[in-house]
């Protein structure tokens, strides 16, 4: 089992709203990352959790705030963003953070702001 | 420098006829993975294939294949007998060493026509 998943699918919010992103996995993997794509782009890094712990920070503006609960459950809280931020926000987990782990990915959430 | 080249922003191909997806890379490092995405319309990432520095055999999925030029820095993506369901967007993309980062390229546009 492959498998990541994501809620909700899709997200519709104004400049003022708070809201939150899941993203879950139960493969054991022990790394999970959060990718922001634009239309026609390849995805941009956001940040990366190994063990628990958040290991890169991609000088992501502080409006975006990710978390980790556990091993299994990766959260990225949104607050104040603008429109510029809407985009197809993806997660991924490996195994660990080395070269030979593949990063499989969650369908991702589709966000709009207005 | 770009690290990972896809030089072909579209191709097209006939249904059942095999197709052959560009890649290049770069980087000074001996330990590195090279992995294909998928990426259909509905924003899903989906893993193909992995190829390791140090594989003597190139990579076989089903359908896919990974023709692994070391010398060349090239992994260009063989889909034989394509059908209808391969046409997507297609990514390449590399992990150094211990490296948390996926390096993508900026991807091809595989349609498949009847």
């Known amino acids: 089992d492959t498998e990541v998943t994501q809620t909700p699918k899709h997200l519709v919010m104004g400049m003022t709203n708070k809201k939150s992103l899941k993203c879950e996995q139960h493969m054991g993997h022990r790394a999970m990352y959060w990718y922001k794509q634009k239309a026609k782009k390849p995805p941009e890094l956001m940040f990366v959790y190994s063990y628990e712990k958040l290991s890169i920070n991609e000088s992501v503006p502080s409006r975006f705030s990710p978390e980790c609960p556990n091993s299994s459950l990766l959260n990225l809280h949104l607050h104040a963003l603008q429109p510029e931020d809407s985009a197809l926000y993806l997660c991924a987990s490996s195994e660990e953070t080395s070269s030979t782990d593949t990063q499989y990915f969650g369908p991702g959430t589709r966000l709009t702001v207005l | 420098a770009q690290k990972i080249t896809q030089t072909q922003p579209g191709m097209f191909v006939q249904e059942k006829e095999a197709v052959t997806l560009d890649c290049t890379y770069d980087t000074s490092d001996p330990s590195y993975g090279l992995f294909w995405y998928k990426q259909p319309s509905s924003g899903e990432m989906i893993f193909l294939i992995y190829?390791?520095?140090?594989?003597?055999q190139n990579a076989t999925e089903g359908r896919y294949s990974l023709n692994f030029q070391k010398a060349r820095k090239s992994a260009n993506l063989v889909i034989s007998a394509s059908q209808l369901g391969d046409s997507a967007m297609y990514f390449c993309a590399m992990r150094e060493g211990q490296s948390d980062k996926l390096i993508f390229g900026t991807g091809t546009r595989l349609q498949v026509f009847p």
């Open positions: 190829q390791g520095s140090y594989d003597q």
